[in-house]
């Protein structure tokens, strides 16, 4: 089957590594020279423009930054959805706003092309392995004629309805909770520090608790560790609690919760942490408050 | 070895009733007549106030709702504290700021008496079971004296260490992430809903990601099944998230993300939520947005 995977970024490798390791025909598309060579190397073939990937696709994944960039590289002046055949299935893994998703499955429609709305998770390592998460909607068409290669990328795919939309919807919701759990973990355990708790042990009395989450347990470490290597970073959180806010002001959705985990994490890069992990958004309260940090070269 | 507990609430009876089964005299304080009728049937003592207590009292429970009925109980015109042998251990098991716990401990140790600063969690079933999870400090002479206790109540004990206020720092932070976990599943589940999430769906695929968290696994199946009966109500959140800005405040210690989740459980409460399960905080997006909430009748 011949598969084209744009945008070569840690998901979209992860996705096109294992596409080429289980027999897909694949051809990688990115600007960036490193990126298609670490693909070549894996024996795949390689663009940098859309425009320039084979006519004989059957499906085509995107995994670029945003909304922008997938009109961009399907409809804009180097873009590939002009030499696509009819029924072609286009799965566009990116984070977008559901409206945006729903308008890139009705303009590819108007093209006889199929589209599945389909964010992933999972991270880094879920990628390479080829068991990230994926939440897709979209004609069963669709669906039907992807299934092989969403088998080789995804270790779980949720069918979530025809409508596109949906998909993108699940990942919203997903990110919001996200977003608000790491700035909530990090206003937690920095009133904790404040009042005299030992950061480890309470970290290990939570993790067992009612008050624990998945983010609590993923991203406290971090700050245990005193290590801001940036797995994920604050300005991430920036743009995807920023894509939920401006779809909830979309539908007149008052969302609290998020708006304020929003500017935490705005506070945390105008102090200058925009890319450090994000767990480090912790630095609002230190830079306030003067709490002490565990120390990388102590911990 | 003789033992008292005070305050025959959910915690406090499940407490009293795993003594009385492990074979420790136990006596059981409460107001409530019908309190009092149930522990008698198990075959424990029983009185109405704490000043009617034995005096050779070894440990003395304290399972009531604040710091100033803690404070009545020992040393109010009916309280027990005068009546208590030196060396005695108390342990208090209500949720109340880690100052309050410091000046309970200063307070005891002026009458020779020995204070655990000893929070709980773990619910009704984990305290019916002996299961339930016990935060604790204080001296090590109080810990080593009350170890049959702790060990006839709990399936967990946290020793965290020889002072006063830690036990109470630690349930501090737990409530402030419980209580934030609760109130954003509710945001995040109204938008979801709002923008056509299936809810139960949504649900299933939250629960496997990174947005999930200990209280929208325990939460959210309430809203499905349309059921409001409170297994801990919009009022205890409003309390105990009080109880942790006023110490925050104390401290001069910003919490912006725990004060919009205290503001969200007002709101329910102004709506006429505050006695229903607190995860029916999500009436308040009901309310201003309309969305249609699962129905018990259709559940």
Known sequence: ME????????????????LQRKGFAVTGCDLRGPARDELAEAGGKVVARA????????????????????EAVLFGAEGCAGKLAPGTVVISCTTMAPE?????????????LLLLDAPVSGGASGARAGTMTVMASGPEIAFAKSEPVLTAIAGKIWRLGAAHGI??????????????????????????????AEPATLFEVISSSAGSSWMWQNRVPHILAGDDTPLSAVNIFIKDLGIVLDQARALTFPLPLAACAHQL??????????????????RVWQALTGIALPDRAIA
Chains 1, 2 share one sequence.
């Open 100 to 112: 945006a998703a729903k308008a890139l499955g009705a303009r590819l429609a108007e093209a006889d």
């Open 3 to 18: 598969t084209a995977v744009i945008g070569l970024g840690t998901m979209g490798m992860g996705a096109a590594l294992n």
């Open 51 to 70: 425009v320039d990937l084979p006519g004989n696709l059957e499906v085509v994944l995107i995994f670029v930054v945003n909304a922008a960039q997938a």
């Open 167 to 196: 998909g993108s919807t699940v990942k919203m919701v997903n990110q919001l909770l996200a977003g608000v759990h790491i700035a909530v973990a990090a206003e937690a355990l920095a009133l904790g520090i404040r009042a005299g």
């Open 265 to 282: 994490f705005l506070a945390a890069a105008a102090h200058g942490e925009g890319s450090k992990d994000d767990a480090f958004v912790i």
